[in-house]
Each structure stands twice: as structure tokens, then as C-alpha cells.
């Protein structure tokens, strides 16, 4: 199971959100490419980018800061945050990002997501935010009348090739992954899915490893490590022991 440390950006800086609030950061380092720097020097294959900025703003704010990132660590990064146009893609593409996450813009526009796919192929990937088992967009501010599931599915028929799924309720809250939801989605698709929210130790990490859902790829971890909460070489070894 792949483990993907995550960066999320606020004003150049990284930082957490509990639930996607805006009014309840944490900060926790003025220099994220520092931060990347040790998830890959830990043995992080994959680090997952946020720019907050980007999904309040609807397009990509903080792309030095990525730049950055992406120059200073050997892994390959993803990259998600107000990406709403074919341009955004190319910008985070041409400064070295390896995938780009899409969100709000595939819930509102199916036809423009369809073209998504089929231009870019796995070098984009479904962002699906759930709160109560519905999408939401823009930075988690606004709420859908589409399921994830019925998103996941719409998706995956238009040719995308991989979906992260995120709880909106379980994230940064330290509850543990919503595993129903995960089996619901992972369970309609046949492409792989990647888990976040949620995480607050290592038996999460087990617990998700332990569903042996060969479309469930991996899981997104970040507050969990800034807290201390788990160690990222340690949830690496758990990962690289249940490939699934």
C-alpha cells in the first residue's frame, strides 16, 4: 500500500486545516520544500500537494512554492488546489509535478471532464471530496446534489485512471478513515483509489491495509505526521509489507 505524506499550502507556508476550515489552521513549517525534503528522505516514493490558496481562489496560487518542492526531493509529487482549466494542468505540469488532481471542476462540468481524461490520461487524477457521502467543491465551501460513488463511477466511465477519495468529516480530526465510504467507492470503480482522512496512528494504516481491496492503492497522511502521531518511516514498512 502506498503511503503519501502530504504538503498543504497556505500563503507559502505548510500547514494544516482541521475539517477544511479556513478559520481553524495550523501552521507548521514556513518552508514546505524543508518538509518535503524529509518525507522523501524518510523513503517516500509519492508526496501529495495541496494549494489551499488555489482552491479558494480557483486557480493555482503558490506554484513557486511547488516548484520548489518539486526541485528539491527525488520523488514524485501530485499536486491539487484550484485546478479548474487545461492551462492549470500545463503550468503544474511543465515545472515538474508528475500528476495533477482535479476536483470541482469535474463535479460542475462533466463534458469538460471527459476531455480531462482523455488528454491527459493518468498524468490527471479525480479529486472526490465527501461530506456525508456527497462531492463537495470549491476548497470543501460548497456542496453537490452528485454521491461520491455516483461521481466515482461517472468518472472512471470517462476514462480516469485514478481517484483519491477524501472524508471530509474524518480529516485532520484524528477519528480514523471512513471505511464504509471507502469500501462503497473503491467497490463501484475498477480503477485504483487512494484513501484520505482520517489517519491517527498506525493501526488506521493496518486497518486500511487490512481490507485487502486490491483498488484500494494507498493512503494520504498528514497531520498524523506533523503531530507525531505516526512515523512516516514506520508507516512506510507497514505500507511496503501489505502491497495490495
Not at 501552521?27 to 524543508?34: E, F, K
Not at 489551499?52 to 488546489?81: M, W
Amino acid at each position: 500500500m502506498l503511503i503519501l505524506p502530504a504538503i498543504d499550502i497556505i500563503g507559502g507556508r505548510c500547514v494544516r486545516l482541521t475539517q477544511g476550515d479556513y478559520a481553524r489552521e495550523t501552521v507548521y513549517a514556513d518552508d514546505p520544500s524543508s518538509v518535503a525534503r524529509s518525507f522523501n528522505e524518510a523513503g517516500a516514493k509519492w508526496i501529495h500537494v495541496v494549494d489551499l490558496d488555489g482552491a479558494k481562489a480557483g486557480s493555482p496560487v503558490n506554484l513557486a512554492t511547488i516548484e520548489r518542492i518539486v526541485s528539491s526531493v527525488s520523488c514524485s509529487v501530485e499536486v491539487g488546489g484550484g485546478v479548474r482549466d487545461f492551462a492549470s494542468v500545463d503550468a503544474l505540469l511543465s515545472i515538474g509535478v508528475a500528476r495533477v488532481i482535479v476536483g470541482t471542476k469535474i463535479v460542475k462540468e462533466p463534458s469538460w471532464a471527459a476531455s480531462l481524461f482523455s488528454q491527459y490520461g493518468d498524468r490527471v487524477v479525480a479529486g472526490i471530496d465527501a461530506r456525508d457521502k456527497m462531492a463537495a467543491v470549491a476548497g470543501w465551501t460548497e456542496g453537490s446534489s452528485v454521491s461520491a460513488l455516483e461521481l466515482a463511477q461517472r468518472v472512471s466511465s470517462q476514462g480516469c485512471k485514478r481517484i483519491i477519495l477524501t472524508d471530509i468529516a474524518t480529516d485532520g480530526a484524528f477519528t480514523g478513515p471512513n471505511l464504509d465510504l471507502l469500501r462503497e467507492v473503491a467497490g463501484g470503480v475498477s480503477v485504483p483509489v487512494i484513501a484520505s482522512g482520517g489517519v491517527s496512528c498506525l493501526a488506521d494504516v493496518k486497518a486500511l491495509a487490512a481490507m485487502k481491496d486490491p483498488s484500494v492503492e494507498g493512503v494520504i497522511i498528514g497531520k498524523a505526521i506533523y503531530e507525531g502521531r505516526v512515523s512516516l518511516a514506520e508507516t512506510l514498512r507497514v505500507g511496503s509489507n501489505n502491497h495490495t
